[in-house]
Nanobody, 125 residues
C-alpha cells in the first residue's frame, strides 16, 4: 500500500521560511514524478512544484519560482519543499503527490494518483 506522509508545516511570518518533507512508502518512485500541490480555502488545488526522475530536473509554478525549491532523495524515498520568502498568499494545505506512471510529467494536478494527507502552512503578515 502506497503512503505519502508530509511533515514540516506550521506557522511562519511573512518573509520567513519553512521546509516540508514527504516520506513515501509502499513502492519506490525513482522513475516517477513527485511533487507538491496546495489548496487554499475556497480555491482549487494547484500544483506548485514537481521533481522529475534522475537526472533530476524540476518544475516550479510561476507563483513560487525563485522562492520555493523542490528536491528529492531517492535513496530515502523522500521529497522536500524548501519555502523561502513566504507570503500570506502561500497560506494553504500542502499535499505531497506522486504520479503512478513512470517517466510521465504533467502539470495537471488531477492526473496525479498518490496523495498525502496534507500539512497546513499559515503565513502571517
Amino acid at each position: 500500500q502506497v503512503r505519502l506522509v508530509e511533515s514540516g508545516g506550521g506557522l511562519a511570518q511573512a518573509g520567513g521560511s519553512l521546509r516540508l518533507s514527504c516520506a513515501a512508502s509502499g513502492r519506490t518512485f525513482s522513475s516517477h514524478a513527485m511533487g507538491w500541490a496546495r489548496q487554499a480555502p475556497g480555491k482549487e488545488r494547484e500544483l506548485v512544484a514537481v521533481a522529475l526522475w534522475s537526472p533530476v530536473s524540476t518544475y516550479h509554478d510561476d507563483s513560487v519560482k525563485g522562492r520555493f525549491t523542490i528536491s528529492r532523495d531517492d535513496a530515502k524515498n523522500m521529497v522536500y519543499l524548501q519555502m523561502n520568502n513566504l507570503k500570506p498568499e502561500d497560506t494553504a494545505v500542502y499535499y505531497c503527490t506522486a504520479h503512478s506512471e513512470p517517466w510521465k510529467f504533467t502539470t495537471e494536478v488531477n492526473e496525479y494518483t498518490y496523495w498525502g494527507q496534507g500539512t497546513q502552512v499559515t503565513v502571517s503578515s
